[in-house]
DNA sequence: TCACATGATTTTTA
DNA sequence: TAAAAATCATGTGA
């Protein structure tokens, strides 16, 4: 249609003595006729997705009054500072949703009413079609809320995750744990109540004690087939390094590898060693690190 | 500055 | 579900 006679034309449909009678009997005819179809909105899954998002919005202090814990404010203050800004950057965010959502509504609705005027719609497909945008709207909420849940998940890993905090263990407590590893070489495998024994000596936590014997486990058993490998493409086998003990075979081979130099064994259980071959070691010497004044691990 | 050591976390496996 | 294995991130010493 020529875009000159569009106008002419809805004003000669509008002023028809019969247009709203007309109208009238079409919409009629046409929910009798049940033509529009009955659309099944799938909102639930949605309404439980932005739900859950709501919680861990308002547990995070993103939405409602603001969380205040003195305490670890002035513990992490950068971290508390990143926070506001996600805050208030996510409001903004909001504001200008719902805004446009409702800017949006009503405009969406005026189209509606005008086409109504020259076409039959129903009073159910208006509301369908209302209903879609906004569902489509609700899953850009979904959006930005996760967004923001996102910034406050990789904000608390920047801040609260230990690798970036971690603290190499005191001298003292790596040696009781070695000590036990060494002499339960064959099954280093702690019960929980030994765990519990070696992390009160070491003033560490049992899951730390864990973590310590998998990573040694896994080290040692490493270490150990890479030296079988060495060995292989040397038949002759490298020079072994004397055994502290005085029996069985090395027990050092991750602290000694084969060839290194001549070390300064670590303490170990009085049960466990042959004096003749046990040297004492010297007192490290003081190099700056996360030790504090008794050499202890600063726990992060 | 770089390589290696080491504690913690995540993923896979039994 | 604990342990193994892989991976990450930081500490450390040359």
Redesign the pocket.
Known sequence: MDTDERPKLQQSIRTNPFHRVIQECLVGTKEKLSIVKHEIIEETKDAENENRLNNMLRAEGLVGPPLEDKESESKNPEYHANLISVRKRFELDMKEFEAKRVAFRDDFKKILHTHGEFRPITHNASDIMIKRVDNDFTKVAIEIKQQACEEVIQLK?RFF?????????SRE??NILTDYFEANINHP?PSEETKHALAVKCN??V??V??????????Y??TKAEGKEKSVHNPQGPPMMPNPYGFGPNPYP??M?FGAPQPNFPSFPPHLMTPCHFVKPEP?SE?????DSNGQ?VA?
Do not use: H, L, V
């Open positions: 890993k995750d230990a690798r970036r905090t971690r603290r190499n263990f407590a790596t495998y560490i936590s899951q730390q864990c973590n310590w014997f998998g990573n040694k486990r896994i080290r058993k490493k991750m602290m590898p490290p190099s700056p690190s996360s030790e691990n992060p």
